[in-house]
């Protein structure tokens, strides 16, 4: 008698090949769990909360959620048209960034095309592609940055997508203007560059960027931005993309019509506005990271420049060790093992009293390590990943 075949079975191998995404861990559950009060510094949240404005907007429009959502998204696109002097047809909508790299993928891979981007970047890039049935290819990084040389070198025939977060999620680098213009005009009409600046409106750098440029006069070129960093609203799920008119048309086709909620929409609408917040997170952040960049080398820690609202830390142990001490002291960080770096950490800036809470947490682990024998973290340097 034959075996009976498994559901397993059935689930063709590009799927079953994926890695699952690892998402940082949920402070009720931690709370929960260890009977702690926990701070989550994980996910690359907003520490001030969502845009209060926003808030306001979407209590206005609670009662009308028995309707479906504007398909087209209208007055939120127009008024990201007007902001960024786009055309309305270049602008489309995403249940977050990440739906529109999805969908991305979608559109512009299948089998025997590849999806190009560097190692440690955005691991949705990945899942996107192999889910798309396409074939990812991963170029070394250089200094913990995006090698865009490397990238243009390996740029082939079947090479439809070039992704690049700008900075890059988990290293907080970034790559310039003047080095993503040279990359650009390598590439063939063929390969489509998508630049990821979900963290963009924290960047403070001279030569950071002039995507909405490439925007409006480039075929071969799509820009994502999000509503969930600066803007607060993690938890709506909104997000957009902005590139040549027969690209968003070819996403509208493949995605779910009602794929952005009303309040995500009427949300983002009031918090584009929201001046005030924006500056306030921006400002919050910088101080977060000029704390991180002060006191961690006190510790015998040191992190690289971050442009981003989080750190990249090599912290010269097992991080998933660590991420489980700290853990234990109420803090929610994100061990970087399942994408291949098991020596480091990522850290979301948080309010100054979270950061506070967390560089304590971290010399009370630094001060058990070393009381137990373990290498401090200077003697180690250099054997992380
Ligand atoms: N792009 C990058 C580089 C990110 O790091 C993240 C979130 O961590 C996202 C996109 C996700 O954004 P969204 O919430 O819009 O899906």
């Not at 891979?109 to 192999?130: D, I, K, R």
């Not at 909620?261 to 977060?288: C, F, K, P, T, W």
Request: include cysteine.
């Amino acid at each position: 008698m034959t075996a009976k075949r498994g559901l397993g079975d059935l689930i063709p191998a590009h799927i079953a090949s994926i890695r699952p995404y690892v998402p940082g861990r949920p402070i009720e559950e931690v709370e929960r769990e260890l009977g702690v009060e926990a701070i989550k510094l994980a996910s690359n949240e907003n520490p001030l909360g969502p845009s209060p404005q926003a808030v306001e907007a979407m209590k206005r429009f609670l009662e009308g959620s028995h309707r479906y959502p504007d398909a087209s998204g209208y007055y939120l696109r127009a008024k990201l048209s007007e902001r960024h002097a786009v055309p309305m047809e270049q602008i489309t909508l995403g249940a977050g960034s990440t739906e529109l790299i999805q969908l991305m993928a979608r559109v512009l891979l299948g089998p025997g095309n590849e999806g190009l981007t560097s190692e440690y970047s955005f691991v949705m890039f990945a899942q996107a592609v192999q889910a798309a049935g396409g074939k990812l290819v991963e170029v070394p990084m250089k200094e913990w940055r995006f090698d865009l040389e490397g990238l243009a070198e390996r740029v082939g025939p079947r090479t439809r997508l070039v992704y690049i977060a700008n900075p890059n999620n988990p290293t907080g680098t970034l790559v310039t203007a003047t080095e993503i213009d040279r990359l650009l005009a390598q590439l063939p009409d063929a390969t489509t560059l998508m630049i990821d600046e979900a963290y963009g409106d924290y960047v403070d750098h001279p030569d950071y960027s002039h995507s909405l440029d490439y925007v409006r006069r480039q075929p071969n070129f799509l820009l994502l931005r999000t509503f969930s960093k600066v803007h607060g609203l993690a938890g709506l799920r909104i997000g957009y993309a902005m590139g040549h008119p027969d690209l968003i048309a070819a996403i509208d086709k493949v995605r779910s019509p009602f794929n952005v909620s009303r309040l995500a929409q009427v949300a983002a609408l009031a918090a584009l506005d929201d001046d005030e917040h924006i500056r306030r997170s921006v400002e919050s952040n910088r101080r977060g990271l000029e704390l991180f960049a002060r006191e961690l080398p006190r510790l015998g820690l040191s992190c690289i420049p971050s442009f981003a609202n989080f750190i990249f830390l090599e912290i010269g142990n097992d991080a998933q060790e660590d991420f489980q001490a700290l853990l234990k002291l109420g803090v929610i960080v994100r061990p970087l093992g399942f994408m291949g770096l098991p020596r480091a950490m990522r850290v979301t800036v948080g309010t100054e009293e979270e950061n506070r809470r967390f560089l304590e947490a971290l010399k009370k682990l630094l001060a058990t390590r070393s009381a137990h024998g373990v290498p401090d973290i200077q003697s180690v340097r250099g054997q992380s990943t």
